[in-house]
Structure formats: structure tokens, C-alpha cells
């Protein structure tokens, strides 16, 4: 791959033995020989940049270019929930809060909020906020935003209000939202619904403002074509403050290797998600920076935890202390993660630091193997091949400690596309890897998705667990929800429906001109950057 092998590891092993552990179960060539084409010094042609991805103009003009994977669906808020079109909402339109860098929840069309029982809640609007047509953001466009999404069965926006009961005008500046039972985490959920102006919407119809949307957000759009480019333009008159660059273009790049040639040739300001084999050549590049951010996004290893052999507790425990951590985030991933004990990352509220990772000790392993009663029976391993950062590597170097302890795996990978409707319908029968990083950077959502019973995707809950969840909801106090969060890490641990690995750490690649650092919660907001000289 071009660059040295690490040392090895005490009592573990280099990226080397990983990955030839997990070539020994059948699924490591083809990912090798994907990395071996892209890899640098002479194996393979480095791609060129595309011929619609043009430099990127310096100087008065302003301008940046940044790469995303896909383009967007949809420029209509209420129609699409996925992260790629959530960064260019976040540009054009404006939520009634906003999650902050550091993962808290700050204000943006509502100057404060307030509760006493976390049931009803009140919003106080900011004065001055417009849309881009000039008319005034006013409670009624908020109330009307709300109602049409709750109203609207297909669209996926509506998962995002489905706590709330009844929404009313208290006075030209106040909104009052009811919900159906306690919900402390409230004012972050809202800082996923972009307000829009009900006069313009209802004038231009739901096909032509998805096309022409207008918003009251630090940029306008000028044009956009599909699959090409998304131009922005800064609103002068954002409330505010009208953001540094004067011009930011969004462009779709399927590709891995031509998001790569874009940033090398200046035709891209700003790439997410570089691959970690990598950061080591772009980093000794010039007029290129590599910026690292801890994520929001926890990778783990689900267990159906309902049918044998993994309902007996003692193969569950084997086998998450069978498993180094730290070979496969240092040595597999180059340091492109951090070893975790529990669902949430850092930055996340309902994070313990005094929740470490389960440790490394195969001897125990081998230990809880024998008085599990395990008779040696193939286990199912199913995990996205086409997800994340060496997918198919993290997936065989599990599988490798598992079989070292007698633990029998047979993989199956698989795209995301068919994976994610088996774990949405709990038809995974064994184990599987997956992540969870909840946008609104709050424990309530994997608790939701990933615990409670009736919601959770999880095989495994308990009235414990059910109890404390609706308790941290109705707690007001952080430090109280925070206690009874944590308490359900515990209960989790002790039981282990999950066996957590690592958080996410992301590696971005900026043009030296462009001051802009990344997030946690993989968000480009270019209202954040400025240009440099």
C-alpha cells in the first residue's frame, strides 16, 4: 500500500495479520485487490479528476467546491431526512435550535425555550429572522411547517414528530408545542424540522419549491443541477450575520478515487471520509491538510440474543472480551478509531468516561466458550460490505478472534441496501456488525432504536430498562438523566446484547486555502468556513 507496516503488537496483531486472518475466511481479496489498485507508487494509474469537476477560482470571487458522495434527493426539508441532503438544508434553511459543535444544544430561529414538566414546551422566535424573499420567519410559518409534516404520511420527516400532541400560537413571538408523554430531549429533536415559508410554499406548490426553495438560511440557492452541482450564494441579510465565503458549490462524486484527484488538483476545496490507506501519501502533499475528527457514530456487534446459541450469557460474554480493540482500531484502522465500551461517543449527551472498553483476555474467552455449553455450532455473521472504512476487514478480524476461541462464524456480507431492511425488521438471526451515530447527539435515540421494547430493533430488553428509559426522558436535570442513562450502559454490559467496538474517527481532506475545520456529526456547514490570505 505504499507505506510501512506498523510494529507488532504485544499479545496482538499488525493490520498485516488481520488482514490475512480474515483473507483465511474467504472474503479478503477482492477488498485487497480494491485497496491495491488505488494505492499509490506505481500499481495502478492514479484516476484523473472528472471533466465536470472544474478547478475551483480563487481570490474576490470566494468560492469553494465541496465533494459529496451522492447529491441530494430533494431540496425540500420536509421530504428527506438522509445526512447528504441534511447538510445542504442546514445551508439553506433554518431550525427553530441548533446542535453545536461540541454536541450541545444552542438557539437559531428560537432565542430560548422553556419547560417544567418536559411536556410542554415554549419557543421564543428571534426577531428580525427573514426568508430569502424578504418575508419575516413568524409563528404561523412555524405552526404551519409543523402541521404539514405531521399530516403527511409519506414523508419520512414525520418520524421526527411523533412526540408531539398538539402544537398553538401563545403570541406573535411564542410557540407552543404539547407533547404525548415526557420528553426531555425535545429541543434537539427540533432542531431537525427546517421551518418554511407557508405563503411562497403554497404559492409555487411542493414539485417547483422542490426546485426553487426558499428558505431563511445563511445561503441561496442559484442553481442547481442535478447530479452535477448545487451553487450557493450567501444571503447578505441573514440575521445571523452573512457567513465568510461568498459561494459554496456542492458536488456529487460517486467516486472514491476522483473525490481523491479532485483534491489533489484543486478542483475540490473539501473531501469527507478519506480512506485510511490513504492519509499517509496526501499528507506529505502540498496545499493539502488532513483534518481528523472524533465522530458521533459507534460501530458494534449486534447478537440475537432470542435463539440459541447466543441466549446462554457466558458465549455473549466471550465474545466480547475475545475481541482486541486496540489491534483493529491501531493496526487495521491507522488510529481511525477509539476503542468503546458503551452505545454513545463522546461528544454524545449520555456519554460515561467512568464506562470503559471490555478488555482484551482470550484466555477468559476460551474459558466462558467451555462453560457455555457452545457445541461448536456455525454462528451467522452479517454486516454492509459498502458502509464503512474497511467494512470487510473489521467484519473477518472479529470473525478471526472468535474462531481463535472456538467460536465457529460463517460471514455473509452484503450492501447496505439489503442489509439495513433485515436489521429495520429484526430478521438478522445471528450476528451482525452495524454503527448508530444519533444525529441530535443525544443518547435517547439508540436507548429508542436499540432497547426499548416496541421500538428497538434489538433483541434483546427488560422492564428495567423500559422503566429507566421513560425516566431519563421525563428528567428536566441533565445530571439526573444522565445518571439514569448510565445505569442502562451497566445493565447493558452485564447482559451484553451488544458488544460495542469503537468509535469513529474521520479523516477529512482541505485545501490549505480554506479554514474550516470538521464535526463530530459529519455536517458541512460552510457558514463555519473562510478562506485564508
Same mark, same amino acid.
Given at each position: 500500500?505504499?507505506?510501512?507496516?506498523?510494529? %507488532?503488537?504485544?499479545?496482538?496483531?499488525?493490520?498485516?495479520?488481520?488482514?490475512?486472518?480474515?483473507?483465511?475466511?474467504?472474503?479478503?481479496? +477482492?477488498?485487497?485487490?480494491?485497496?491495491?489498485?488505488?494505492?499509490?507508487?506505481?500499481?495502478?494509474?492514479?484516476?484523473?479528476?472528472?471533466?465536470?469537476?472544474?478547478?475551483?477560482?480563487?481570490?474576490?470571487?470566494?468560492?469553494?467546491?465541496?465533494?459529496?458522495? +451522492?447529491?441530494?434527493?430533494?431540496?425540500?426539508?420536509?421530504?428527506?431526512?438522509?445526512?447528504?441532503?441534511? /447538510?445542504?438544508?442546514?445551508?439553506?434553511?433554518?431550525?427553530?435550535?441548533?446542535?453545536?459543535?461540541?454536541?450541545?444544544?444552542?438557539?437559531?430561529?428560537?432565542?430560548?425555550?422553556?419547560?417544567?414538566?418536559?411536556?410542554?414546551?415554549?419557543?421564543?422566535?428571534?426577531?428580525?429572522?427573514?426568508?430569502?424573499?424578504?418575508?419575516?420567519?413568524?409563528?404561523?410559518?412555524?405552526?404551519?411547517?409543523?402541521?404539514?409534516?405531521?399530516?403527511?404520511?409519506?414523508?419520512?420527516?414525520?418520524?421526527?414528530?411523533?412526540?408531539?400532541?398538539?402544537?398553538?400560537?401563545?403570541?406573535?413571538?411564542?410557540?407552543?408545542?404539547?407533547?404525548?408523554?415526557?420528553?426531555?430531549?425535545?429541543?434537539?429533536?427540533?432542531?431537525?424540522?427546517?421551518?418554511?415559508?407557508?405563503?411562497?410554499?403554497?404559492?409555487?406548490?411542493?414539485?417547483?419549491?422542490?426546485?426553487?426553495?426558499?428558505?431563511?438560511?445563511?445561503?441561496?440557492?442559484?442553481?442547481?443541477?442535478?447530479?452535477?452541482?448545487?451553487?450557493?450564494?450567501? /444571503?447578505?441579510?441573514?440575521?445571523?450575520?452573512?457567513?465568510?465565503?461568498?459561494?459554496?458549490?456542492?458536488?456529487?462524486?460517486?467516486?472514491?478515487?476522483?473525490?481523491?484527484?479532485? $483534491?489533489? +488538483?484543486?478542483?475540490?476545496?473539501?473531501?469527507?471520509?478519506?480512506?485510511?490507506?490513504?492519509?499517509?501519501?496526501?499528507?506529505?502533499?502540498?496545499?493539502?491538510?488532513?483534518?481528523?475528527?472524533?465522530? /458521533?457514530?459507534? $460501530?458494534?456487534?449486534?447478537?440475537?440474543?432470542?435463539?440459541?446459541?447466543?441466549?446462554?450469557?457466558? %458465549?455473549?460474554?466471550?465474545?466480547?472480551?475475545?475481541?482486541?480493540?486496540?489491534?483493529?482500531?491501531?493496526?487495521?484502522?491507522?488510529?481511525?478509531?477509539?476503542?468503546?465500551?458503551?452505545?454513545?461517543?463522546?461528544?454524545?449527551?449520555?456519554?460515561?468516561?467512568?464506562?470503559?472498553?471490555?478488555?482484551?483476555?482470550?484466555? $477468559?474467552?476460551?474459558?466462558?466458550?467451555?462453560?457455555?455449553?457452545?457445541?461448536?455450532?456455525?454462528?451467522?455473521?452479517?454486516?454492509?460490505? /459498502?458502509?464503512?472504512?474497511?467494512?470487510?476487514?473489521?467484519?473477518?478480524?472479529?470473525?478471526?478472534?472468535?474462531?481463535?476461541?472456538?467460536?465457529?462464524?460463517?460471514?455473509?456480507?452484503?450492501?447496505?441496501?439489503?442489509?439495513?431492511?433485515?436489521?429495520?425488521?429484526?430478521?438478522?438471526?445471528?450476528?451482525?456488525?452495524?454503527?448508530?451515530?444519533?444525529?441530535?447527539?443525544?443518547?435517547? %435515540?439508540? %436507548?429508542?432504536?436499540?432497547?426499548?421494547?416496541?421500538?428497538?430493533?434489538?433483541?434483546?430488553?427488560?422492564?428495567?430498562?423500559?422503566?429507566?428509559?421513560?425516566?431519563?426522558?421525563?428528567?428536566?436535570?441533565?445530571?439526573?438523566?444522565?445518571?439514569?442513562? +448510565?445505569?442502562?450502559?451497566?445493565?447493558?454490559?452485564?447482559?451484553?446484547?451488544?458488544?460495542?467496538?469503537?468509535?469513529?474517527?474521520?479523516?477529512?481532506?482541505?485545501?490549505?486555502?480554506?479554514?474550516?475545520?470538521?464535526?463530530?456529526?459529519?455536517?458541512?456547514?460552510?457558514?463555519?468556513?473562510? $478562506?485564508?490570505?
Amino acid at each position: 500500500m505504499g507505506t510501512t507496516e506498523p510494529p %507488532l503488537r504485544r499479545n496482538g496483531l499488525t493490520r498485516r495479520e488481520l488482514l490475512r486472518q480474515g483473507a483465511m475466511l474467504g472474503l479478503g481479496a +477482492s477488498a485487497l485487490g480494491a485497496l491495491a489498485a488505488c494505492a499509490p507508487g506505481g500499481q495502478a494509474p492514479q484516476p484523473a479528476a472528472p471533466a465536470a469537476v472544474a478547478p475551483t477560482p480563487s481570490g474576490p470571487a470566494g468560492q469553494i467546491t465541496v465533494a459529496q458522495s +451522492s447529491d441530494v434527493l430533494t431540496l425540500d426539508p420536509s421530504k428527506d431526512t438522509s445526512p447528504i441532503s441534511l /447538510n445542504v438544508f442546514k445551508s439553506i434553511f433554518d431550525q427553530l435550535t441548533d446542535i453545536r459543535r461540541d454536541g450541545s444544544v444552542g438557539p437559531l430561529l428560537a432565542t430560548s425555550w422553556k419547560s417544567q414538566d418536559a411536556i410542554t414546551w415554549e419557543f421564543t422566535l428571534v426577531p428580525g429572522a427573514r426568508f430569502h424573499s424578504g418575508e419575516p420567519v413568524t409563528v404561523e410559518d412555524v405552526l404551519w411547517t409543523y402541521q404539514a409534516i405531521m399530516a403527511d404520511a409519506r414523508s419520512p420527516v414525520q418520524a421526527y414528530t411523533v412526540a408531539i400532541e398538539k402544537i398553538e400560537k401563545v403570541d406573535d413571538r411564542t410557540v407552543r408545542f404539547v407533547t404525548k408523554y415526557p420528553y426531555a430531549p425535545f429541543p434537539r429533536q427540533v432542531s431537525l424540522i427546517s421551518i418554511l415559508p407557508r405563503a411562497t410554499y403554497e404559492r409555487l406548490g411542493p414539485e417547483q419549491f422542490a426546485l426553487r426553495p426558499v428558505g431563511s438560511g445563511p445561503y441561496k440557492v442559484v442553481e442547481w443541477r442535478k447530479d452535477d452541482q448545487l451553487i450557493l450564494e450567501t /444571503n447578505a441579510e441573514y440575521f445571523g450575520g452573512a457567513p465568510a465565503i461568498r459561494r459554496v458549490v456542492f458536488r456529487p462524486v460517486p467516486s472514491e478515487s476522483s473525490r481523491l484527484a479532485g $483534491l489533489e +488538483s484543486g478542483a475540490l476545496d473539501i473531501v469527507p471520509l478519506l480512506p485510511p490507506s490513504e492519509l499517509q501519501r496526501l499528507r506529505r502533499l502540498s496545499g493539502i491538510r488532513v483534518e481528523l475528527v472524533e465522530s /458521533n457514530r459507534n $460501530l458494534y456487534v449486534g447478537i440475537n440474543t432470542t435463539t440459541p446459541p447466543l441466549d446462554n450469557l457466558k %458465549l455473549r460474554q466471550a465474545i466480547d472480551v475475545a475481541i482486541d480493540r486496540q489491534a483493529i482500531t491501531r493496526d487495521l484502522l491507522s488510529g481511525l478509531g477509539k476503542p468503546v465500551g458503551q452505545p454513545v461517543a463522546a461528544v454524545t449527551f449520555g456519554y460515561d468516561p467512568a464506562i470503559p472498553p471490555s478488555p482484551y483476555d482470550p484466555e $477468559l474467552a476460551r474459558r466462558l466458550v467451555r462453560e457455555s455449553g457452545y457445541r461448536g455450532e456455525e454462528i451467522l455473521f452479517q454486516y454492509p460490505n /459498502n458502509r464503512y472504512q474497511f467494512g470487510n476487514e473489521v467484519a473477518q478480524a472479529v470473525a478471526s478472534a472468535l474462531e481463535a476461541v472456538g467460536i465457529r462464524v460463517k460471514l455473509e456480507g452484503m450492501e447496505y441496501s439489503a442489509f439495513f431492511p433485515l436489521w429495520t425488521g429484526k430478521r438478522l438471526s445471528g450476528l451482525h456488525l452495524f454503527a448508530f451515530g444519533p444525529s441530535i447527539m443525544d443518547a435517547d %435515540l439508540p %436507548l429508542s432504536s436499540l432497547y426499548e421494547t416496541g421500538p428497538s430493533r434489538g433483541y434483546w430488553s427488560s422492564p428495567e430498562v423500559d422503566a429507566l428509559i421513560k425516566q431519563q426522558r421525563a428528567a428536566i436535570d441533565p445530571t439526573e438523566r444522565q445518571r439514569l442513562i +448510565s445505569r442502562i450502559w451497566q445493565i447493558s454490559k452485564e447482559n451484553v446484547p451488544y458488544v460495542w467496538l469503537y468509535t469513529e474517527i474521520q479523516a477529512y481532506g482541505i485545501r490549505e486555502r480554506v479554514d474550516w475545520k470538521p464535526r463530530a456529526d459529519e455536517r458541512l456547514l460552510m457558514q463555519e468556513a473562510k $478562506l485564508r490570505g
